[in-house]
């Protein structure tokens, strides 16, 4: 049995958004309307440390220096925190460039997608930045993540299409199936492909190294899936923030929702915790725990 507890972390107003767990055993959470990056350690009271407060910080991730990244989708700043709370950020490039989706990548630095510059951005741990423009106009890059095939893959929500970047800037697309998907979240499975959410469709899907699509249909096409995450024993979990509930999917398309308690609650951002559950961000201003059976 799958059971999910709820701890207020914040105010409703805040906004938890993302989540990762960084390196220090925590969980780091933006709070997206407060313009804050949140930490807790599982059983600990958290702790919030104040950016821009009209920011609205996104997306967070561990970078290859062992500090925590984060994009700032209103203030046009990628952000570095310390464990220990220690704030640098730096400008996009790219005029109101919009920053949203940050992975690390397998060449020691942070690639980043910008929503409203049609472009795949990279920085170095030291805060240099590189663009690389899209082959297409509004496209609405989103989240980004590291293959297995030394790449970077990534969503573009309006292209309907998923995208890969070499290290050295080349960009190949793939269109989708399902006409206005709407793709956002994006995730490397445990079996080397790529999966990622339907926003709009109601489906989850599978892309391959070589550009093979598989799409899997929810059984609430309106639940609107918004991000997913290995969770490292073989299934991909999903938030679904019109449906407010949490999902699994298993690799060859078994899928298993699960309701959460607080109705409304709009779960986004979903992370393997350091205690070896789900988390997942409830911009009500709560975290989620999702105990997974057997663990």
Do not use: K
């Amino acid at each position: 049995m799958t059971v999910i507890e709820e701890y207020a972390v914040v105010d409703p107003g805040a906004g938890p958004y993302g989540i990762t767990t960084g390196p220090d055993g925590a969980l780091w959470f933006t709070l997206v309307h407060a313009g804050q990056i949140g930490r807790m350690v599982p059983g600990e009271e958290p702790t919030t440390y104040q950016l821009d407060p009209a920011g609205q910080p996104t997306i967070i991730t561990t970078g290859p220096d062992g500090a925590l990244w984060f994009t700032e989708s209103r203030a046009h700043h990628i952000g570095r925190i310390t464990a220990d709370g220690v704030i640098t950020r730096f400008p996009v490039p790219s005029r109101d460039g919009g920053p949203y989706g940050i992975a690390a990548g397998p060449d020691g630095a942070l690639w980043f997608t910008e929503m409203n510059a049609d472009r795949i951005g990279r920085i170095t741990p030291g805060g240099e930045s590189t663009e690389f423009p899209l082959p297409v106009t509004g496209a609405y890059p989103s989240a980004i993540t590291a293959g297995t095939d030394g790449g970077m893959w990534f969503t573009m929500n309006q292209a309907n299409a998923i995208g890969r970047i070499d290290m050295d800037g080349t960009i190949t697309t793939c269109p989708l199936p399902t006409e206005a998907a709407a793709p956002v979240g994006i995730t490397t499975g445990p079996d080397g492909a790529i999966w990622f959410v339907e926003i709009a469709a109601g489906q989850i899907g599978r892309i391959t190294p070589d550009g093979t699509i598989t799409e899997f249909p929810l059984p609430d096409r309106a639940a609107r899936p918004h991000a997913i995450t290995s969770d490292g024993d073989g299934r991909l979990w999903f938030t679904e923030w019109a449906g407010n509930r949490v999902g699994s999917i298993t690799t060859d398309g078994i899928i298993d929702i699960h309701d959460l308690p607080t109705p409304r609650s709009e779960p986004h951002g979903i992370t393997l915790g350091p205690d070896g559950a789900l988390w997942t961000a409830l911009e009500n201003g709560a975290l989620a725990r999702i105990a997974i059976p057997g663990r």
